[in-house]
């Protein structure tokens, strides 16, 4: 029997690529999301088959899906089921006040790189954490890596509903190692409980820092 060859345990010269695409397909599908998607086309074909094959299976996927549809599927996956939730620091932290501080924790880390977000961006949303990643290949494979669990999941819940997200989910995985025990068992945990919930009144809200200064202005 053939064995699989491990996923890369660091960054590769194709994960900015990769992680770059991945970022596009999960945006909201607006007005510019055609231009994303050729995009995608071009940089698909170079990559490796486990994260190239599933990113053409969603192009396939939308591109035969009026745009109105894909839009209102959009919302009704992301914005409505709590179990598809793309803000990762949610699996780990739920709505809770540690949520807050891991955060603050993202929002420092891209500063510390240069980058300042929209007003309009959480700094957690999958689509910002891989764009990140894309620019930032060292910290942000970090980053992805610390999600493993709560991006398994998601994936998972992608695929239970059908979603065709789901694809580009399980390309993102195939940039990142495989899970290992501690994983398996943080995503059997999700799975079975859900995220945190606030403990009110056993822990003191979190006493959190001013922002910090971007160093490089806008991105």
Known sequence: MKRRN???ARPQPWHPYAWQTQSLLLGYPDDDFPA???LAHRAAPALPAPVRQPLLAFLTDVEATPADDLAAAYVATFDHRKRCCPYLTYYGHGDTRKRGLALLRLKQTYAAAGWRLAD???PDHLA???EFAAAEPAVGHGLLT???AGLELLRLALADDGSPWAAVLASVSATLPALAGDDREAVARLAAGGPPEEEV???PYPQ???DPAFPGGTR
């Open 36 to 38: 994303r998607l050729a």
């Open 146 to 148: 610390g999600h493993r």
């Open 6 to 8: 491990p996923r890369p």
């Open 208 to 210: 959190f820092l001013p």
């Open 128 to 130: 910002v954490v891989l």
């Open 120 to 122: 309009d961006e959480l």
């Open 201 to 203: 009144g056993r822990t």
